[in-house]
């Protein structure tokens, strides 16, 4: 195989605290040291263990220096949570393409009727303003069928894997899961992985 | 276990993806670490972990500490008998070493001593940002600053290096966004062969009244060395332009730099003096000086790099425009990025800003205005939560709900965010619950003063506090919060919990013992899960003439979970009925678990099934029995 050169190219996962959102992001940052580039993460938290915001910036190529993405800069962003995406706007690229699921977690406040929580369309409408292209699905439900809620994360990746601007290979991809996963949970989450990436397919050429 | 793999690899010249920390570890590791120290603390604590996992392998004696104090003088007495040594700590646990510190720094050391601080710009989950640079300066010590995890691997190896070639401990200054970020990693030859310890007697190392004198002049002498060392260092770098403008970047800001440059398409054009060395390398300095009309300085924290060039600039009698946080050109508090740096370039060049699109200006704002706030909170089902709703509840039996919380640092401060009222009054430092706890109960407040302090932070910082409560009689109740572990940090093990760094069984401290020794007659431990009869017995403690001591002793829910997932124990799920349930909030509002939920529409609690970890407070909680447990689950 011939090694793509790649000058930049950043990925953004916006999530929650346990949604397994680092998991995801040393899958790819894995499969991107296994394809010979350049590689720069940064998972941004807060001081809790659960419940809160959690950012993760991947960034791939020769001109990158620091592991976070400058604002307007993601060619991809993976919604794990649909405000978690609202949040992470001003990171996007014009050109973005965003794969969101679309199951909300409720913040504490909004349970507690201090704050709403927006409307799915309004959510999507607004993505699709600053995006290129947007691509939406209950992606839990495939976690579900794939046999856990908790490979939400690797099914995110498999949905990422469907990209054709991504410059790491899908097989390269799956590699990494299976590396990177718990032993006990492989074989599952290699059926989330194909499963993410199945249905994106289908979101893409229905 | 996969971790463990990747860090042990002797196959030099693979490149694997690493955490900033383990590249630190790695580091160690390559160059022959036979002792390392630490005591948890985000940003730093994977350092630790990471050496931990693969100590027996190297044959490294790998310990956490009792604290920082302890940790760094385990480190220093290991290098003291010629051996390879480093300890590892965040910012604000530099603060507890500042007393060996600044004896150690004149005895030098014989073996190779580093020390890695990882200071936390922004303050993303310390009680300050504080620049760690200051204790170079104080102490004349070098301390080198990597600008990400590739190069800080690097440092840490030249560290061992310099430090026994000045005989002086080293620091490596590290950032959270070093610590907490992964990169492509080149594995370097791990040095195998190890020392035999031996220590050499001499004057040196008694810092005795009357020794300093002496050993001040040798550390001055020692300054030289460090001069010359600084301007060869490959971690300084001058990139000369042909541009007007030169930028200063010290550590992380070189990388935030040189993407800020290639973004604006400047990267032609601007000098850049890249710094990874405390104190400044000041060939270099002049150099630039020699080639600008303005410099843009950039660093994380504080502005001693700047305030330094403007000194240089004072004695070469030279005079460029200095700009940086002095001048309020760069951001002065929060931790800087490549947008924050950008900005400042472009407002020091006066070009302009590339216009956003109105349309997308305007969409972000509207993002920015309907996301609602993700705040902090306790983990459904946390010990903690039932243990605050115990003091509160004895505070109305005891004192009608007169208390006040002097907090302390662990999973218990996220009592301030999670409820309303926040459940800690005030928060400093390691230790400060009870020293602050005992001011209060001194000044004759007619309030109930209730330390929280959390197992890992007695032991830590809380034990002369305590002896102090008891000695001068301090009507203070002390709530220890003991969920068996340094949760907050990740689990860690302490010298309550009866296991080592390395998973050794080893002697557990009981910390009713260590009430009743430091003087405590009245000490009680309960069961936060068993909320009426802790109440009793928290009701009677406040009402105790002096000091009181009460632990509150559960797992934490965190570490139930896993082992549950381990044992095959199952968890048990609760409901609310809806028929008894009177709405009348007293289990969101003043339990405030965050797995239950309030629907505003039929007026009547709610529990998230997918939340529930079933410690079963809220049913005890509960005035009109309406919460019940409906099924176990795996």
């Known amino acids: ?37 350049k590689v720069r993460v940064a998972d941004v938290f807060g001081a809790a263990q659960r419940g809160g915001s959690v950012l993760s910036h991947i960034r791939i190529g020769e001109k990158i220096f ?65 995006a290129n292209k947007v691509l939406s699905k209950d992606f839990i439900s495939v976690a579900e069928k794939a ?60 | 276990m996969r971790k463990a793999e990747i860090i042990a690899k002797n196959n030099p010249g693979e490149k694997v993806l690493l955490l900033g920390n383990e590249a630190v570890a790695r580091g160690a590791i390559e160059a022959g670490i ?43 007495g290991a290098a003291m008998a010629g051996l390879r040594s480093m300890v590892s700590l965040k910012h604000v646990g530099l603060n507890w070493c500042a007393d060996p510190l600044m004896a150690i720094n004149q005895s030098g050391i014989s073996g190779g001593f580093v020390i890695a601080v990882a200071d936390d710009p922004g303050a993303y989950s310390s009680q300050n940002e504080q620049d760690s640079r200051y204790y170079s300066k104080m102490s004349e010590l070098l301390m080198l600053e990597p600008c990400d995890a590739a190069e800080a691997k690097e440092a840490v190896k030249e560290a061992f290096n310099l430090s026994e070639k000045l005989e002086l401990p080293v620091f490596v200054r590290l950032v959270n966004r070093i610590c907490h970020s992964r990169a492509d990693i080149t594995l370097g030859p791990i040095k195998t062969e190890k020392r035999k310890a031996s220590f050499k007697r001499g004057r040196r190392w008694v810092m005795i009244a009357g020794s300093s004198p002496e050993r001040h002049k040798w550390l001055h002498q020692k300054q030289r060395e460090i001069e010359e060392v600084v301007g060869n260092l490959w971690l300084n770098k001058l990139e ?35 710094i990874g060395t405390y104190p400044s390398p000041r060939k270099l300095i002049e150099q630039l000086l020699k080639n600008v009309k303005k410099v843009l300085v950039f660093e994380e924290v504080e502005p001693l790099v700047e305030k330094e060039i403007k000194e240089i600039c004072f004695d070469l009698g030279v005079k460029p425009v200095v700009r940086g946080k002095l001048t309020n050109d760069v951001q002065r508090e929060k931790d800087l990025n490549v947008d924050s740096v950008s900005k400042s370039i472009v407002e020091v060049l006066n070009i302009k800003h590339k216009h956003l699109n109105p349309v997308r200006d305007s969409a972000l704002k509207k993002a920015q205005e309907i996301t609602p706030p993700r705040r902090l909170l306790m983990c459904p089902g946390c010990p903690h939560t039932a243990t605050f709703y115990i003091i509160r509840k004895a505070g109305f039996k005891a004192a009608k709900g007169k208390i006040i919380y002097s907090g302390d640092i662990g999973c218990y401060s996220l ?56 000695y001068n009689k301090a009507k203070l109740l002390i709530v220890v919060f003991d969920n068996g572990a340094t949760a907050m940090t990740g689990f860690q093990p302490h010298p309550g919990t009866g296991v080592t760094a390395t998973g050794e069984k080893t002697k557990k401290v009981n910390i009713e013992d260590i009430a009743k020794a430091c003087g405590v007659e009245y000490v009680k431990v309960i069961d936060p899960y068993s909320v009426d009869e802790s109440v009793k017995v928290v009701t ?26 381990r044992e095959g124990m199952k968890k048990k799920l609760y409901e609310v009925d809806v028929e008894k349930c009177t709405g009348c909030k007293i289990c969101v509002n003043e339990l405030g678990c965050p797995a239950i939920v309030f629907d505003q529409r039929n007026n009547v609690a709610a529990i998230d099934e997918v939340l529930c970890n079933g410690c079963g407070v809220c049913a005890q909680v509960c005035p009109v029995d309406a919460i019940h447990k409906i099924k176990e689950v795996t």
């Open chain 2, 34 to 76: 036979q002792v390392a120290t630490s005591y948890p603390g985000t940003p730093a604590s994977e350092i630790l972990s990471t050496i931990a996992s693969v100590a027996n392998k190297f044959n490294i004696h790998a310990e956490w500490s009792t604290n920082e104090m302890v940790a760094f003088e385990t480190a220093a």
């Open chain 1, 1 to 37: 195989m011939v090694k793509r050169e790649i000058e930049e190219f950043n990925i953004l996962i916006a999530g929650v605290g346990g949604q397994g959102n680092l998991l995801s992001s040393e899958i790819i940052a894995t499969a991107a040291v296994k394809s010979g580039f």
């Open chain 2, 240 to 274: 000369l332009k042909k541009g007007e403008l030169g930028i200063v970047s010290a550590g992380v800001t070189y990388t935030y730099v040189k993407d800020a440059l290639n973004k604006l398409g400047l990267d032609g054009e601007v000098s850049v003096l890249k």
């Open chain 1, 66 to 130: 620091s592991p976070v993405i400058p604002e307007q800069n993601a060619n991809v962003l993976l919604g794990f949570e649909p405000v978690e995406c609202l949040r992470a706007a001003k990171f996007l690229s014009p050109t973005c393409v965003a794969i969101v699921n679309l199951r909300p977690i409720y913040p504490r406040d909004v349970a507690l009727g201090k704050f709403k929580y927006p409307s799915i369309e309004e959510i999507i409408n607004l993505l699709r303003e600053l």
């Open chain 2, 415 to 470: 009592g301030f965010y999670a409820f309303e009222p926040p459940r800690q009054d005030t928060q400093f430092c390691m230790g400060a619950s009870i020293g602050v706890g005992c001011g209060l109960a001194q000044s004759g407040i007619e309030d109930v003063v209730v330390a929280t302090i959390g197992d890992s932070t007695i032991i830590h910082a809380g034990i002369p506090g305590l002896i102090n409560a008891s």
């Open chain 2, 540 to 565: 009677e403690a406040m009402k105790q003439p002096g000091v009181s001591v009460i632990i509150s002793r559960r797992l934490c829910m965190l570490e139930w979970l896993r082992k549950a997932r």
């Open chain 1, 147 to 206: 046999g856990d809620p908790m490979t939400l994360n690797v099914t995110m990746v498999g949905a990422l894997a469907s990209l054709k601007t991504l410059p790491i290979e899908k097989e390269t991809l799956l590699e990494a899961v299976k590396e990177v996963v718990p032993p006990k949970t492989k074989e599952m989450n290699i059926r989330a992985f194909k499963m993410g990436y199945d249905e994106t397919l289908k979101i893409l050429k229905p």
